[in-house]
């Protein structure tokens, strides 16, 4: 959690408008304020950090006591800004906060602290407000964008757009209308779309809450609005194309589709992990194509493999793979949690670890899917399991992987140490550099450059 989150976070929960000078922090309710022009505090200086002030001096020292609720930490205080944990317990606490108006950066802050912390479902509703105070500038784009034609966008420098570091997307976008107005039609294209570069990301956010809270449909409506900005965009082609095949692998045309948007993934960037899930996911749509759909290819493998254990008898055991039916779903719920028990799903853990440390991501799925039905919040099996599934190349990969990283990335980290201290160096640094990529808030993001760089 970064500070200017934790700011625009806190400046959301200021219930009133306060006459205190442009810049400084919320004051809780209770707090004096007076409504005079202000001044420097007694003694002349202000405490390092604070903004500047009208006629008072420049900052020195820092005060002694305590802060009011949300201020920036001061040097010397100690005093952290919230915690992740704690902002949450704020926002829940704080009645009427989803309908109140918002900027698109808070909106987008509180979007994306939710969907870091897992709550899917409100994470959703503050990344639709963050893409509704976007929509006037995308509107802006789309329309100038037909009419520039197939001529190269600009970029905002070379426009003159004079956009500066953290200027708000809605500034941006009134240059681009300005230049809309007056006719300049490609000047107001590159503004637009420089000015929509953050609301990518929260579009691609909002689509990833969606499909994770269960709303495949309304995911895949965010994805394309995403790709009709920009249609190179890596990150909706891939998740547009994982939900198309996992959610309509009986449509033909959609799987055509799917198998698009994972050559394009591979043509951007051949080099990365994503490309190679891709390019494992080409072939496995190119099979269900051939086969007619999912549940022929189903159906076809079902049967390919009873003529196997028909033709060799002696393979089947006691171990055999077995469907999963109600009354086994009912056993492991019933089954009572002994020492043995707990004892014998550590060791399939460790197994799974030693699997995965050599590659053999196959074993190491047997162990885990063993251990998650009893275990579901066992952080060392979650993140087993999903870098067996995404070293498998499997379509859940990226949606497993993604629960594991949001819920529980120290864990995900803390396997990567494993597959090191049992000598699989690539594994552990291809590990950490996908965490890396997918948790950029990481709170121990330093640790882990720390680790890729040794």
Known sequence: MNLSLALATAALLAAEPSPLPPGHPPVPPGTQVSPAKPSAPSGGALPEGHPAVEGGASPTAAPTGELPSGHPPLSG???A??????????????????GREKTFEIAASLGRLYYLNGRNAEAGTYLLQADERAKPVRDVFLAQRKKLGKATLATAEAAGCGFTPGQALEAMGAVAQERAKKGDVAGAAACARAALEP???????R???LFLSGNAAGALVAYGAVLEVEPRHEEALYGRSAVLFETRGEDLTALKQAREGFEAVQAMNPASSRAAAAKRLVTLVDETVKAGGRAKLLASRAEDRRI?????PAAQGPDAPRPLTREMVDAVQNTERTPELEQGLAKLVDEGEEHLSKGRFQEALGNYTRVVPFQPENGRAKAGMAWALTGLGRPMAARVWGVAVQTDPASVEKLGDTLKAKGDDKGAKALWEKLATDAPDYANKAGLQAKLTQ
């Open 199 to 205: 609301a990518l990301e929260t579009g691609v956010m």
């Open 81 to 98: 800004p919230p915690s992740a944990e704690e902002l949450l317990r704020q926002l829940d606490s704080t009645e009427g906060l989803q």
């Open 207 to 209: 689509a990833n809450a």
């Open 77 to 79: 205080t100690g005093k």
């Open 308 to 312: 196997r254990l028909a033709q060799a």
